[in-house]
């Protein structure tokens, strides 16, 4: 059973800064696509980035955050980051990571079978 355990949250002032790690404990084509969610009380969740672990690691992310998250992996370590920067008030949410084998719409949750239990991001001042 795959299994994706996130860590790294917490509270920060806006303009802060935070990474986020996702171990994942398999390596295979099952979860060759690594994700990032968040969900925000109220709201659905929506996808934050995307990257896949073959390739050229050309990675996706959502127009609210574009310059100023970055998603990487550490093959090595089968670690998934998201580093975030710049941080507002409005990136405050759960924060999920998620993993799949299809390559559908990245910023879909249903294109991921596996998921990690979340961990809370908080900005404020």
């Known amino acids: 059973q795959v299994q994706l355990v996130e860590s790294g949250g917490g509270s920060v002032q806006p303009g802060g800064s935070l990474t986020l790690s996702c171990v994942t404990t398999?390596?295979?084509?099952?979860?060759?696509?690594r994700a990032w969610f968040r969900q925000a009380p109220g709201k659905q969740r929506e996808g934050v980035g995307c990257i896949s672990s073959t390739g050229s690691n050309f990675a996706y992310y959502a127009d609210g955050v574009k310059g100023r998250f970055t998603i990487y992996l550490d093959s090595a370590k089968n670690t998934t980051y998201l580093r975030m920067s710049n941080l507002k008030p409005d990136d405050t949410a759960m924060y999920y990571c998620?993993?799949?084998?299809?390559?559908?719409?990245?910023?879909?949750?249903?294109?991921?079978?596996?998921w990690g239990q979340g961990t809370q991001v908080t900005v404020s001042s």
């Open positions: 998620a993993a799949g084998s299809s390559g559908g719409i990245w910023f879909h949750a249903s294109s991921y079978s596996y």
């Open positions: 398999e390596v295979s084509a099952r979860v060759r696509y």
